[in-house]
């Protein structure tokens, strides 16, 4: 069942009634209106506007907007001078890049600087496609959670992406927001709530065997296998963890309580990742049975969106056989 | 060169084109104006220029060619097809699932691919060690880095090119594609690159500048850089993104689409209509 409270769209099991954009998208929107409502909200990239959806804010807000060239570091390290001065910077590129490229950059002026910047990870997971391995970022939730002071969301559909933006552009604190390029159903609405750092339990069932805990694009898949697996006997539900870090210590101990194993599903290795943390809360306060999809020790590689996301299990019928064979 | 040897190479950079559409409308998606700008620089150097045999790929007297615009990979591609390193029919599986033709080359995927790359800004340095390691074995063969002009903004380049320079790594040779693109527009509206010529000579390098379409400057260039001793030279070499296909050339918008089906039509007939003209041209 899906829970009521969060306002899902009402035909949220009919994929094919639901609007579809990707993560970037909404992101993209709220950026807008972050800026509409802030003047200090800047934006800055590093030669991938369209692709990051800067370019919408570069149209409205022209003077706010700064060109750095294909240079990641320095791209960081202008951001992080910005927020320190006073300004409320999103900078962007593809997470390949950012944070790929300039890690130390974000360690050290922005996390240990303790300074304002929000930095946009586009292109995130093996949906980028075509592009291939090079491009396709399974390492940054991992490589930013590790950081202290740095907030990680990683937004389920383009709604909850455009109110994660406006929570970080006000948050005052180091922000990394994870954004996809492919579409995929928009499962929330505009009155579905959303605050850092509270998960939501977006399909409960009666006396659960399974709990899935998802992000990204992973999290309406996950509902979808739910439902089906229901259908079959077999009780799941699925929390949405859209924030990585901090950490609802507290809501993911109760979830895991009610449940004989808990399934972690995100577009990241496996090692690090989403599911890493949670095993890091579950070991401490709860000792569950867990196990893990996501991308086990590899890179990803040339593909339609699609095929890959099939090929390594990001989809429904990937969901539904991890959790057969677990009960095997 | 004679001339009828220019005409061989323009005709086989004519050859590349074609395939550089032909892949690209296929794979549906892909970076249409750096490999068709290229693809001269890639005629020359496959089948002129480098030490190298398409049929023991792992020849370790070859000269290595670094990619380190890795997106312009197809001009890559297809320029191996052409020399026999695999079957000309395999290009149409560039960026499809379980091709070797990976989007950005992988170097574990297909055999003559020196590296992995497409994340600009690290070739030139891996280049650099790869000339390093070398000369201390006293090895005789050549390093070619190819970048593109937008990737010079990356720091890293900048980095790579003071050791190179510091280490008169004379065995290097970079080949900047001077094209005045990159993804957001026009490379000196982005982040101004010139005085780029000062740029390379302040940090030590020599330089030349040459038209990146003429063929026998490139050749010219190369023995001039395989002469000097001392340093590493960059030639910059001044091509036109896209070029080729008159309507999109200096178009900066095609950095990164590739043509539809209409359009690939239109531009290969384009292209048998500058065969002809190559061929008409030394033939006088
Ligand atoms: C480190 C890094 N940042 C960003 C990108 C995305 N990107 C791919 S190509 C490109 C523009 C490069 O310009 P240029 O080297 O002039 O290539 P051209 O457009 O002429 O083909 C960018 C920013 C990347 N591949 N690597
Ligand atoms: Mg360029």
Known sequence: MITTELKL????FNTDALDKAATRDGFGKGLVEAAEKDQRVMALCADLAESTRAHWFKEKFPERYVEVGVAEQNLMAVASGLANYGKIPFAMSYAAFSPGRNWEQIRSTVALNDVPVNIVGAHAGVSVGPDGATHQALEDIATMRVLPN??????????????ATLAIAVNDKPSYIRLARAKTPIFTTLETPFEIGVPQIVYQS?????????????????????????KEGINVSVMNLSTIKPMNEKMITEFAQNVDHIVTAEEHQIHGGMGSAVAEVLAQHA??????????????????????????????KGIIDHIKKQLA | MTDERIKELELKANDIRVSIIDMLEDAGSGHTAGPLGMSDLFAALYFEIMQHDPKNVDWAERDR???????????RYAAMAHAGYFP???????????????????RHALPGIEHTSG?????????????????????KQHVYCITGDGELDCGNIWESAMFAAHHNLSNLTAIVDRNNIQINGATENVMKLEDLSGKWTSFGWHVIEIDGHNIQQFVDAVNQAKAIQNKPTCIIAHTIPGKGIKEIENEFEWHGKPPTAEEEKRFLKELRTLRGKIEATHSQ
């Not at chain 1, 009666?206 to 229901?230: D, F, H, T």
């Not at chain 1, 593909?303 to 429904?316: N, R």
């Not at chain 2, 670094?66 to 312009?72: A, R, W, Y």
């Open chain 2, 88 to 106: 000309i029919e395999e290009l149409k599986t560039l960026r499809k699932f379980g091709s070797r033709l990976q989007g950005h080359p992988e």
């Open chain 1, 287 to 316: 000792p569950t049975k867990m196990s893990f999809i996501g991308m086990h020790d590899r890179y990803g590689e040339s593909g339609s969106p699609d095929e890959l996301l099939e090929h390594f299990g990001f989809t429904k």
């Open chain 2, 65 to 75: 060619l670094i990619l380190s615009n890795g997106h312009t990979v197809p001009v």
């Open chain 1, 9 to 12: 769209h009402n035909d949220v």
């Open chain 2, 119 to 139: 994340p600009l800004g690290t070739g030139l340095g891996q280049a650099a060690g790869m000339a390093f390691g070398m000369r201390l074995d006293t090895n």
């Open chain 1, 206 to 230: 009666k006396n659960p065997r399974i709990g899935i805990i998802a992000c990204g694009s992973l999290v309406y898949q996950s509902m979808l296998a739910a439902e089906e697996l229901g």
């Open chain 1, 150 to 163: 740095m907030i990680v969301v990683v937004p389920a559909d383009s709604e909850e992406a455009r109110k």
